[in-house]
């Protein structure tokens, strides 16, 4: 296998202002890539990443599907081609269900699903000309393990993850790759007032697990266990790979809860395995 590592590449990261997506674009350049960092504020995209000539600094909000077709174009423009999109931007709406509101629950959905999908729908047919290119989205271990408090964003990264299983046979035949990375508890900004919002308290009966959970969070902040800067790094390198894997689990808990959840799995398919076996139509019906 060619190995890839060294060629250089241009990047376009989405939520490049702050938080994962500044580390992500920091890798990209430390490794002599070209950068497109895109944030809705440009300014602060700038001041987080410096000015180096690689690095070109563009306005995006993602779930503007115009600024997206745009943000692309300035990418192509200056640098002629993108060969890995990063789909970083997102944010974290949490609360008991019942506590969410309508509105809150599809802004989670239309910036951490549609804002991917509209970033990814500029791109494609860049990608698909070339015949080359990496769609990477930045998932959670929320996307495929579900918990109390999270029902908005675990539904969100579910979604992700169900459309990028269904995308990479789709984009094969071109050449582009997918890649969906799944990440556990690491030192970003995901749990600041600035990422994540909390639903207003308006029934009793989840008060006090309310209060706990806000706490625990709130005092988790800034302790998380692992390091933003190894994750991008880690995933400059898979990158640059031939064949990238489809699916990445990130951080030490995050295989731990996934294996988890795969044992939980064939658990309860063999639990009721000959039950669940015994549906199919019986001779005589299906050749009536």
């Given at each position: 296998m060619a190995d890839d590592t060294m060629k250089k590449q241009v990047w376009l990261v989405t939520g490049a202002g702050r938080g994962m997506g500044v580390d992500i674009a920091q890798a990209a350049l430390a490794a002599g890539h070209a950068v497109v960092a895109t944030g809705r504020n440009p300014e602060r995209?700038?001041?987080?990443?410096?000015?180096?000539?690689?690095?070109?600094?563009?306005?995006?909000?993602?779930?503007d599907p115009a600024g997206a077709q745009a943000a692309v174009q300035a990418a192509v423009d200056r640098f002629g081609r993108i060969d890995v999109l990063v789909n970083n931007a997102g944010n974290f709406h949490a609360g008991f269900f019942e506590e969410i509101s309508d509105d809150d629950f599809r802004a989670q959905v239309e910036?951490?699903?549609?804002?991917?999908?509209?970033?990814?729908?500029?791109?494609?047919?860049?990608?698909?000309?070339q015949r080359s290119g990496l769609v990477v989205t930045m998932s959670s271990t929320a996307g495929l393990i579900g918990q109390e408090f999270t029902?908005?964003?675990?539904?969100?990264?579910?979604?992700?993850?169900?459309?990028?299983?269904?995308?990479?046979?789709?984009?094969?035949?071109?050449?582009v790759r997918t890649l969906v990375v799944e990440p556990g508890?690491?030192?970003?900004?995901?749990?600041?007032?600035?990422?994540?919002?909390?639903?207003?308290?308006?029934?009793?009966?989840?008060?006090?697990?309310?209060?706990?959970?806000v706490a625990a969070w709130t005092g988790m902040n800034g302790l998380q266990g692992g390091d933003p800067a190894k994750l991008a790094k880690a995933l400059v390198q898979l990158?640059?790979?031939?064949?990238?894997?489809?699916?990445?689990?990130?951080?030490?808990?995050?295989?731990?809860?996934?294996?988890?959840?795969?044992k939980d799995l064939l658990a309860q398919v063999d639990a009721h395995r000959e039950l669940s076996s015994s549906l199919a139509l019986d001779d005589a019906t299906a050749n009536a």
């Open positions: 995209v700038a001041a987080a990443l410096g000015e180096p000539d690689d690095l070109l600094a563009v306005a995006l909000d993602v779930t910036t951490n699903l549609f804002g991917p999908l509209n970033v990814t729908r500029a791109a494609l047919p860049v990608l698909r000309a029902s908005a964003y675990a539904a969100s990264k579910f979604a992700l993850e169900g459309w990028m299983e269904s995308l990479a046979p789709e984009v094969a035949p071109f050449g508890f690491f030192r970003t900004d995901l749990l600041t007032p600035e990422s994540t919002s909390y639903a207003e308290p308006s029934i009793e009966d989840y008060a006090e697990r309310t209060r706990r959970t990158a640059g790979q031939e064949e990238p894997p489809v699916r990445w689990v990130a951080g030490a808990d995050a295989v731990a809860g996934v294996e988890q959840k795969a």
